[in-house]
């Protein structure tokens, strides 16, 4: 931290290439202003179109909660004014948006999630980025995760989530958390009447992955179970190998009350299942087309990559 309070880029490691927020300008709890005049008309522009190509494929392939939090954000003619935003969200389930610089610390964004916070990063992918980039932007973030804050069940479940995750950090056993949000509220899917669904922020503002993640037949779709999910290692350079399915959003909030320090623990301490392995006690939906591994060695998790990486 510098002489006027101001962080540098948390994730520096030397020899790495930098993540791409402006962490400069930061206090310490990584809050910056959103300084909406700085986006410019070809920004607004880009957004139209990641919002139209999303927006038409949202009404085949996601979840009725999540295509009902979209249309009353009312986003698609430019980026979203955090503070317009903040208004219509508290008023709905008491959640607020925080403008931040990229990525943020585990502890950080724990944080925010238990005191219903949501980070947002303030940056927008480039045009040579339309269809793919590593680190999350706004509109992943937005598109993807904002809507479904609406949703009063999964709000309540998110700020649950968060307060477990801030109890994990002080265990140092962040990675079956970690699991668990990337395979629920990056890569989630839901029955619905009209089949399976996805709710998924990683998806949802994915143009490929969103069709993918229902039509496949490649990956496998397995019920959710909380334990399997923690236990199970996870990509972020393809397509999910695995998507685990709730039959309700109340499962998610049932599942993280209560005390889950030696769940924690003691997943922490085992192997990972890989993201492509079946278990024999796993209720299949459907079988994908991966082949049979014994090792998770393929793959692991990425845990400053909490907020997801978008598609």
Do not use: K
């Not at 970690?178 to 503002?205: C, D, H, K, N």
């Not at 490929?208 to 397995?222: G, K, L, N, V, W």
């Amino acid at each position: 931290m510098d002489a006027h309070g101001a962080r540098g880029n948390p994730f520096e490691v030397a020899g790495s290439c930098q993540l791409r927020g402006d962490y400069q300008h930061c206090g310490a709890d990584y809050r910056v202003e959103q300084d909406y005049a700085r986006y410019t008309a070809a920004d607004h522009a880009l957004w139209r179109r990641l919002y139209a190509r999303q927006a038409q494929l949202i009404e085949r392939y996601a979840a009725p909660a999540f295509i009902d939090g979209v249309r009353a954000l009312d986003m698609a003619d430019a980026i979203p004014r955090f503070d317009r935003v903040n208004t219509l969200l508290h008023r709905a389930t008491g959640w607020q948006l925080v403008a931040v610089p990229g990525l943020i610390p585990n502890d950080v964004f724990f944080g925010y999630l238990s005191r219903r916070e949501f980070p947002v990063s303030v940056w927008l992918r480039r045009e040579d980025e339309f269809d793919y980039l590593v680190e999350p932007d706004i509109f992943h973030d937005f598109f993807g995760h904002v809507p479904l804050l609406s949703n009063p069940v999964f709000a309540d479940y998110l700020q649950a989530y968060g307060a477990q995750g801030r109890i994990a950090v002080d265990l140092d056993a962040v990675e079956p958390m970690s699991r668990l949000y990337w395979y629920m509220v990056e890569f989630g899917l839901i029955r619905t009447p009209q089949g399976l669904r996805a709710f998924g922020a990683g998806i949802l503002s994915s143009g490929s992955e969103t069709a993918y993640c229902i039509e496949s037949p490649q990956p496998h779709r397995i019920a959710f179970n909380l334990e399997r999910v923690m236990q199970t290692a996870y990509r972020i350079d393809t397509f999910q190998q695995t998507y685990f399915v709730l039959d309700r959003f109340d499962q998610l909030f049932e599942s993280t009350r209560g005390d889950l320090r030696e769940r924690l623990l003691r997943i922490s301490a085992q192997a990972p299942i890989a993201a492509t392995q079946v278990q024999a006690d796993d209720q299949v939906i459907s079988r994908g087309q991966w082949p049979v591994v014994v090792s998770s060695l393929d793959s692991g998790p990425m845990v400053t990559d909490l907020q997801g990486a978008p598609r």
